[in-house]
């Protein structure tokens, strides 16, 4: 009889815990723990490729400065999918100097910067927007993130 209780017991928990999960599960997927409310996250989303043998750097490339004309601005904001809640700047740099920059939507996004490499310095970086399509290096926020570690 207490073997049959205890299994009575630890069943009402799993199940219990199984409905909190799958609720918490589902309001995320359907957007209830979005704070856009159903409406979707546009980001600016491009790629520049400035190493070797692809395109030579150019300061007001499209990709780093964005449209240079107001009017211009919206057509290179891509609706995100339902899942993304953040647009993500990326930030590849060989030696100090810069070799890719990219843009685009993220369901995840961590803010941070990962250095490697032995005879080169390779650092690529990642910074997250949760509301500014056109999310950009902001050195001031990886800095800061280091000095709170």
Not at 75 to 83: D, W
Not at 103 to 121: L, N
């Amino acid at each position: 009889m207490l073997v049959l209780n205890v299994n009575s017991k630890l069943l009402t928990v799993v199940a219990l815990l199984s409905v909190l999960l799958f609720d918490r599960t589902e309001g995320q997927r359907s957007g209830g723990q979005n704070k856009y409310q159903g409406k979707r996250l546009g980001c600016f989303q491009c790629d520049a490729d400035f190493t070797f043998n692809a395109e030579p750097y150019a300061h007001n490339h499209s990709c780093l400065a964005g449209p240079t004309d107001p009017k211009e601005r919206d057509r290179g904001i891509a609706q995100c999918s339902q899942n993304s809640r953040y647009c993500m700047a990326e930030v590849t740099r060989v030696n100090r100097v810069l070799t890719k920059f990219s843009r685009k939507c993220a369901e995840d996004c961590d803010t941070t910067c990962i250095r490697s490499g032995f005879a080169m310095d390779i650092e690529v970086c990642t910074y997250c927007c949760e509301t500014f399509a056109y999310c950009a290096e902001n050195r001031n926020k990886i800095d800061n993130l280091h000095r709170n570690v």
